[in-house]
């Protein structure tokens, strides 16, 4: 399994990115795929998913700011932000499970300028 995030970057503060992970294989066929992010210091927690049965969590800190797509067609996860704030500033992974084991991408970077 590899997975490639891109389109992170640098943005003011209440601006939007939009980050997308590359899957390899058919993304349909993982038990379960979301985004996490790690600021300096902190440990990595996790942003958003998708729940086995198909439905979305988020964390609260970006409840009703980000939203995380999937298209089966390209095989990509995406993760729609809005109204970004400095303390979103951190490098934000893919994570997938498939059969039990976890992978990682290699993260993007994110930074949102006061």
């Known amino acids: 399994v590899e997975l490639v995030e891109s389109g992170g970057g640098l943005v003011q503060a209440g601006g939007s990115l939009r980050l997308s992970c590359a899957a390899s294989?058919?993304?349909?066929?993982?038990?379960?795929m979301g985004w996490y992010r790690q600021a300096p210091g902190k440990r990595r927690g996790l942003v958003a998913r998708?729940?086995?049965?198909?439905?979305?969590f988020y964390a609260d800190s970006v409840e009703g700011r980000f939203t995380i797509s999937r298209d089966n067609t390209k095989n990509t996860v995406d993760l729609q932000m809005n109204s970004l704030k400095p303390e979103d500033t951190a490098i934000y992974y893919c994570?997938?499970?498939?059969?039990?084991?976890?992978?990682w991408g290699q993260g993007t970077q994110v930074t949102v300028s006061s």
């Open positions: 294989g058919s993304i349909s066929s993982y038990d379960m």
């Open positions: 994570n997938a499970f498939l059969s039990g084991l976890g992978y």
């Open positions: 998708f729940t086995e049965d198909g439905n979305t």
